[in-house]
């Protein structure tokens, strides 16, 4: 809780509210851009623009609510919002390799941390332990032979690990069982990861050495994970149908859109169930007023060898929130790209900054961090004139103009005609 002595709050903006912020915190410059003020409850996130006054949007909470969730009238009455000082949702990564201020790196860490944590952001047991061991090394200190025991670490397991990663007996099991887990339990797997952690720090003499190092290796692990640093929101999706005239039903995933892509990650199971680049997907969003509203997302794929058009039906009222932000993040990229190009030169001859592609521990088989296409329910199409076709190749054209329009993509097949438009 960070106490602040404001005057006028009704009329103050989120600008004038962050400065404080960054002033009781006694943060660098840098925390301008790296973080924002966003309205949060478990029913709905919004990240403020600048120029929004935080006491007014809090007071038209529940409209927003009603606008933007489905949640019962008793929620929608009781809920509350909780104003946070959190990750910008457009600071791109590259720019986060170049923080040094350890308070920024904190602030940042501690996020990432409890996204692990609540399972928000998915993770293989190879990838949880690896960055449980992290935590351990900062609430802990260096590890020392014999101390702690994976007994002791068991007693905290839960501040190191995703709940589900913690239960007893099947939960356990379950968790590791068809995700390329290696055998033994959790907490050995945390205790030899942690083990290594000091093997690399070296040092042994400085218990009290700067913890800046492991909060930058946190952090460096998480942009690993494709979906690190994204605004999240609740949809559902059909479940493919199972049996003879069966219907499969819904079933609750988050949407998950970064200035990388969006991802499809399903809430029970924890694991991605589609994740897409810009360069790879056209979008739209559909509310009219007798239907429910719908985000669709629309990707290559095959259907028995056959090459299709793939949709993907996401149900959600945040649909237009989604689409917007969708759009908006790739304005933001594509701005963003010359820059990028001219600061790669000297980063990479530096060699401060990794290869952004090379990603070997997140290509392994199972990885919870992989699409999972024949877990979903697609409409499969082909566009041949004016008429729509199932399952037939040669496609000409997408059901969508809005789309990344540059860049060298996977998102080839459909080639849009001339007279089209693109978003």
């Known amino acids: 809780m960070v106490p602040l002595a404001v005057e006028n709050l009704p ?49 038209q909470w529940q409209e927003l609510l009603l606008r933007f969730t489905d949640a019962p009238d008793d929620d929608v009455a009781m809920d509350e919002p909780s104003l946070q000082f959190r990750r910008n949702v457009f600071f791109p990564k590259r720019r986060e390799l170049q923080i040094h201020d350890k308070e920024v790196l904190r602030l940042l860490y501690e996020e990432a941390k409890g996204n692990v944590l609540a399972s ?15 935590v351990c090394r900062v609430q802990l200190g260096p590890y020392q032979p014999g101390q702690p025991t994976a007994c002791a670490l068991r007693e905290k397991l839960d501040s190191f690990l995703p709940a589900h ?42 218990r009290e050495a700067s913890l800046s190092p492991h909060y930058r290796a946190y952090l460096l692990k998480c942009h690993e ?41 399903d809430c029970r199971e924890k694991h991605v169930l589609l994740g897409l680049r810009f360069q790879e997907l056209s979008w739209d969003h559909t509310s009219p007023e007798e239907e429910e509203s719908v985000l669709w997302l629309e990707f290559d794929g095959d259907n028995e060898g056959t090459p299709v058009n793939k949709l993907l039906k996401i149900y959600s009222k945040q649909a237009e929130l989604m689409s917007s932000l969708i759009e908006y993040c790739i304005e933001l990229s594509q701005a963003a790209e010359p820059a990028a190009s001219q600061e790669a030169g000297p980063t990479s001859a530096s060699g401060s900054s990794p290869p952004p592609h090379q990603r070997p521990q997140l290509r392994r088989q199972g990885s919870v961090v992989c699409s999972r296409i024949q877990h979903l329910s697609t409409i499969d199409y082909v566009e041949e004139g004016e008429t729509i ?6 496609r000409t054209t997408s059901f969508f103009s809005r789309q990344l329009s540059l860049g060298q993509g996977s998102y080839t097949v459909v080639q849009p005609a001339d007279s089209l438009e693109q978003g």
């Open 120 to 134: 928000r952001y998915p993770c293989d047991v190879e990838d949880c332990e690896a960055l449980g061991a992290l």
């Open 389 to 394: 076709k199932r399952v037939k190749p040669k």
């Open 225 to 265: 994970l494709p979906f690190y640093g994204c605004a999240f929101f609740h949809g559902e999706i059909d479940k493919p149908a199972q049996g003879f005239l069966h219907r499969g039903g819904r079933k609750p995933v988050s949407v998950a859109i970064s200035l990388d892509g969006v991802h499809v990650i």
């Open 11 to 59: 009329s103050l903006s989120a600008h004038e509210l962050h400065r404080a912020i960054r002033e009781v915190l006694q943060l660098p410059d840098i925390a301008l851009d790296a973080f924002a003020l966003w309205l949060v409850s478990p029913l709905l996130e919004v990240q403020l623009k600048p120029k929004h006054q935080p006491y007014k949007l809090g007071r």
């Open 165 to 206: 990663l913690c239960k007893r007996g099947h939960g356990l099991f379950a968790a590791l069982r068809g995700r390329g887990a290696k055998a033994g339990t959790g907490e050995q797997g945390l205790l030899n990861a942690y083990r290594r952690v000091q093997e690399a720090a070296g040092s042994d003499g400085e």
